[in-house]
């Protein structure tokens, strides 16, 4: 089945340690997206890839961290530098060819810094 | 700037039907998405207007009127199961690849 993956489901860390989500895709989509979601509030885009080894800041990127080495794989590195890490983290795929405005969510992270 | 304005929340009757508007701002975009959220779970997609009308798919149906700004989520035979957060979202023009989600919408079912 084709779908996107991301690991794990829920993540505790101390403050002040970087913390990698893991975001995988198999539905041979170029466009990669980091949304973030606080408690009763929609979705603020962190960092998104349109092609392999490109990606471009979207409205929160400050404290976090990406890379796109594979179409199939766009993982999320929150640093030390983010003041306000914990978070609902979700990632997204789109075919940029495809429907504009349908993107593919993953099950997303439950990130919890204390 | 571009924005997207929804009601922060809906109750509405079991069986009954309930209307969610997005009115939004912004130069010029593809079309308006519709999400589904459940508690604790990843958005999923319901719909899209690329065009002006009506788009129906099942109990739900989705309408745009670029003319207007406007466009909405209507839910027909409500069940206990549409419970949810519903997020309108456009793809601006010139804007690449990003989508722009509005606060999304928190429907409450009464039984």
């Known amino acids: 089945d084709g779908g996107i993956t991301q690991s794990p489901k829920y993540l505790f860390r101390k403050e002040g340690q970087n913390v990698t989500l893991s975001c995988e895709q198999n539905l041979n989509h170029d466009a990669m997206y980091w949304y973030r979601q606080d408690p009763g509030q929609g979705l603020r885009l962190i960092y998104y890839s349109q092609i392999v080894n490109d990606f471009q800041k979207g409205d929160i990127a400050e404290g976090y961290s990406v890379s796109r080495e594979k179409k199939e794989s766009f993982p999320l590195t929150v640093t030390s530098a983010q003041k306000n890490p914990t978070a609902f983290y979700l990632c997204?795929?789109?075919?940029?060819?495809?429907?504009?405005?349908?993107?593919?969510f993953g099950p997303g992270t439950r990130l919890t810094v204390t | 700037g571009q924005s997207l304005e929804q009601p922060s929340e809906v109750t509405a009757v079991e069986g009954a039907i309930v209307q969610i508007n997005c009115t939004y701002q912004t130069s010029g975009f593809y079309g308006l998405s519709w999400y589904q959220q459940h508690d604790g779970g990843a958005p999923t997609f319901l719909s899209y207007?690329?065009?002006?009308g009506l788009e129906e798919t099942g109990r739900f149906s989705s309408f745009l009127s670029r003319s207007d700004s406007y466009g909405y989520l209507l839910l027909q035979e409500l069940q206990m199961k549409d419970s949810a957060s519903y997020f309108c979202a456009v793809r601006p023009l010139n804007r690449d690849d990003k989508i722009i989600f509005g606060k999304g919408t928190r429907l409450h079912i009464l039984p």
């Open positions: 207007n690329a065009l002006d």
């Open positions: 997204a795929s789109s075919a940029t060819s495809g429907r504009a405005g349908e993107q593919y």
